[in-house]
């Protein structure tokens, strides 16, 4: 955009340039008319000529700088754009950051919830031969419905009435 900008400024200079240049002619005109009555009729062609020249050259300096103020409006636009789509950007590379900690935390207590269920599993043979059941509703491995706390009362209990039941 700068060497657009830097054209359009040296464009407006040179314009403002034949502008002045114009207007010194049209002076030099209008003294040689006085001196010189004859010469009116070709005098007064050249100036009606440079009166255009001048004319289309304002109107050109009009456009140019209609052009850079629709061209500065668009350019505002568009860094909002960018500062809005920056913004966003931030906030999802943020985003993505967390949830790359929160899938790393997951994947190492992953490992170790395999760790321990191998270490389970070795330790306690049993767990194999009852995985089918786990899970099951209503099942005696429905770690879901099952207060952990109620059945250690209920187990409390059994041992209570067992160990009556070995005393007597």
Same mark, same amino acid.
């Given at each position: 955009m700068d060497s657009v900008? #830097? #054209?359009i400024k040296f464009e407006a200079e040179s314009l403002k340039k034949d502008l002045e240049n114009a207007n010194e002619s049209l002076e030099l005109a209008q003294t040689s008319l006085n001196k010189a009555s004859a010469e009116e009729v070709d005098l007064q062609i050249q100036v009606g000529q440079r009166k255009l020249a001048y004319d289309e050259a304002k109107q050109? &300096? @009009? +456009? $140019?700088?209609?052009? !850079?103020?629709? &061209? @500065? %409006?668009t350019i505002k636009e568009l860094t909002t754009e *960018?500062?809005?789509?920056? *913004? *966003?950007?931030e906030v999802a590379t943020i985003d993505i950051k967390k949830l790359s900690v929160k899938v790393e935390s997951f994947?190492?207590? *992953? &490992?170790?919830?395999?760790? $321990?269920? %191998? %270490?389970l599993r070795k330790k306690y043979e049993w767990i194999e031969s009852e995985r089918h059941s786990f899970g099951v509703v209503g099942g005696d491995y429905d770690f879901e +419905? !099952?207060?952990?706390s109620e059945m250690g009362a209920k187990l409390k209990k059994l041992k209570e009435e067992q160990s009556s039941l070995v005393s007597g």
């Open positions: 900008s #830097q #054209q050109a &300096l @009009s +456009n $140019v700088e209609q052009m !850079i103020t629709t &061209l @500065s %409006s *960018k500062n809005r789509i920056a *913004k *966003k950007t994947e190492s207590g *992953k &490992l170790n919830a395999e760790r $321990v269920i %191998s %270490s +419905n !099952i207060d952990p």
